[in-house]
């Protein structure tokens, strides 16, 4: 094997596992949407990593059955500010699996894997034609 096919073979590798994430991600959006309960969740704190630039908020809302749930939403960038309220939706038997309910953090990650992986499938592609 060279190493032209290996990146060739990497490069599929990545769009297909992007490709499964953002249509595993557009499935769960699609069941909170029709199943999902809502709530109003408050971002208590705002949490940094030394590598990232933004913070990302802790979203806390409470389901219904009284439990405090905690959650980090997924998608990165400038968040909502500290005591903040969002509109929540989570499944009932999951509460962990909560987004935010709004149409920036329900497009944003959804978007992002599709656009990943047709870029990363474009450069598997491109690579083959021009062999």
Do not use: N
């Not at 971002?43 to 630039?53: C, G, K, L, S």
């Not at 939403?73 to 500290?82: F, I, Q, V, Y």
């Not at 509460?95 to 992986?117: D, E, M, N």
């Amino acid at each position: 094997m060279t190493g032209e096919t290996i990146g060739i073979g990497l490069a599929v590798v990545v769009g297909l596992v992007s490709l499964w994430a953002g249509a595993r991600e557009a499935w769960l959006q699609m069941r909170l949407a029709r199943y999902g309960l809502h709530a109003e969740g408050v971002v208590v704190a705002q949490e940094h990593r030394p590598a990232d630039d933004y913070s990302t908020p802790v979203i806390e809302f409470t389901d219904r059955q009284g439990r405090s749930v905690r959650f980090r939403p997924s998608t990165t960038g400038r968040g909502p500010a500290l005591g903040t309220r969002v509109p929540v939706a989570y499944l009932p038997e999951r509460p962990k699996s909560a987004r935010v309910f709004t149409r920036k953090y329900r497009v944003h990650r959804i978007v992002g894997l599709f656009f990943g992986a047709m870029l990363w499938l474009g450069v598997a592609a491109g690579c083959l034609l021009t062999r």
